[in-house]
């Protein structure tokens, strides 16, 4: 997982605001169709929106397999917040509440999201809902102002992320981690933590 700096917090969001994901559907020997939910980025992980049919090569065992569908299509999201409230990201709880509000503002799908902040232990702040009762959520739970112990259970917290996403409605499952990525306390490992991520077919980004 690759941890970003604070000051890539608005490229992040400018890149999940798009939203954009390919559909391919292939014709196979066996003359059923195959949907395919194809993501494309450049090299700066960045989504790409442009591409037509013939931008894409689709082969099966080494030999090419005709597209005789293709289009783009908005599909909705199941997006967990996952926020770090411990003493060591203190400066940075606000810039991480701002970047997630400005992400909610410039949302224009029917995603929903949940809210969960953790230090020593993880809390669910709000369950699965809309972007409007997230932003309000995000902007006045005493939560983010209150003390917290100097102890971080990052990958427990990371579990209940997963878990929670796990039973999302969506196909599409994103957990945004706003984190120094430092875990003091857990109890689980890290190697537990991708094998849920693979197995839960989840994607994780840490900001």
């Known amino acids: 997982m690759k941890v970003l ?20 559907k ?27 049919v013939r931008d894409f090569r689709l082969y099966e065992n080494k030999k090419p397999v005709e597209i005789s569908h293709f289009k783009y299509e908005t599909s ?12 060591s990201t203190s400066e940075y709880i606000d810039l991480s509440r ?3 509000l400005a992400f909610l503002e410039r949302n224009k799908l029917q995603n929903e999201y949940f809210v969960a902040a953790f230090a020593r232990k993880a809390h669910m702040l709000s369950e699965f ?16 102002t209150k003390s917290h112990g100097g102890q971080t259970a990052f990958y427990d917290a990371m579990v209940l992320g997963i878990e929670r996403l796990a039973k999302s409605k969506n196909h599409k499952r994103i957990l945004l981690i706003f984190g120094d990525g430092t875990d003091n ?4 490992k890290f190697q537990e933590i991708e094998r849920l991520i693979r197995e839960r077919n989840i994607v994780v980004y840490i900001v």
């Open 5 to 24: 700096h604070p000051t890539r917090l608005i490229l992040l969001i400018l890149v999940f605001s798009i939203a954009v994901f390919g559909q391919e």
């Open 185 to 188: 306390k857990s109890s689980i």
């Open 98 to 100: 701002e970047a997630i």
């Open 129 to 144: 809902s809309d972007a409007e009762h997230t932003a309000k959520i995000i902007s006045e739970s005493p939560y983010f």
């Open 76 to 87: 909705p999201m199941s997006i967990g917040f996952l926020i770090d409230v411990s003493p």
């Open 26 to 52: 292939t014709e196979l020997k066996s003359d059923k169709k195959v949907l395919l939910n194809v993501t494309v980025v450049n090299k700066d992980d960045e989504l790409l929106s442009d591409l037509t």
